[in-house]
């Protein structure tokens, strides 16, 4: 999670909403020294946003999505933008979309729900055994950051090298399967080249999108097939001598 009570105080002094992106934390936690106690994600904010697309945490079986929010004027305009701008039936105050999660999704959500903390409590054990693994290879590979007051969920462990397309291929060609999440920055989407920037313009986004390796990662994830990963992310540093 973002460091929280910062962004919060600078919001309250300039009466700023705050709107959580939790779309890949769920369950994730975040210990504001202002309260004194951890927090979960989705529970900051004036609201938060939650994906349940399948391959999230927790993951519906098609597309489902959830809005939190502890403001009931707030609630009462989500329901009704996600129900064609109804009101109450037939009634349609505002023009709205037809985003109501179904229930036979709610239903998988349900049952899925009861194993998130076990689920997400592997994940971190796969996390930390990956940290472990790859720490021979901190000088060409570079592992995510996990700050003191953070408790991340995992719903990907994103790697950083500046040889990420080359180790791409050889992981590949090893059989084992990888992600780059996001390969274009957003400043630099087609969707936004009326708002004139340039490559160059955000470095720090740029190189990241450049250098970003997400590695297999999921609750059920054996050691042995993680040994095997960095066995083959070793060999590829040690051909291109980035250890």
């Not at 994906?51 to 403001?71: H, I, R």
Request: proline residues 4%; charged residues 25%; hydrophobic residues 40%.
């Amino acid at each position: 999670m973002a460091d929280m009570d910062p962004i919060l105080e600078l919001a309250a002094r300039y009466n700023l909403v705050v709107i959580e992106d939790a779309c890949q934390a769920h369950g994730a936690e975040y210990f504001s020294k202002k309260e004194s106690r951890w927090r979960k994600a989705g529970s900051l904010g004036r609201a938060a946003t939650f994906s349940f697309y399948p391959g999230k945490n927790l993951g519906a079986c098609g597309e489902a999505g959830a809005v939190t929010t502890n403001d009931e004027a707030l609630a009462r305009q989500v329901r009704m933008l996600r129900d064609h701008g109804q009101s109450k039936k037939y009634y349609h105050d505002v023009e709205g979309y037809n985003g109501r999660l179904d229930a036979i999704q709610a239903g998988i959500l349900r049952v899925k729900l009861q194993h998130l903390r076990r689920w997400n409590e592997e994940r971190r054990q796969n996390a930390e055994r990956y940290n472990e693994l790859l720490a021979p290879m901190a000088g060409g590979v570079a592992t995510p950051y996990q700050p003191s007051w953070s408790k991340p969920v995992h719903h990907l462990y994103v790697i950083r090298t500046s040889y990420r397309d080359e180790l791409q291929r050889h992981l590949t060609a090893a059989g084992i399967g990888t992600g780059i999440h996001y390969p274009i920055p957003i400043h630099l989407q087609a969707a936004y080249t009326a708002l004139g920037w340039t490559r160059g313009d955000f470095p720090v986004s740029e190189d990241a999108a450049d250098q970003i390796l997400s590695l297999p990662m999921f609750a059920g994830l054996r050691s042995r097939d993680q040994h095997r990963v960095v066995e083959a992310v070793a060999a590829f540093a040690s051909v291109r001598s980035i250890s």
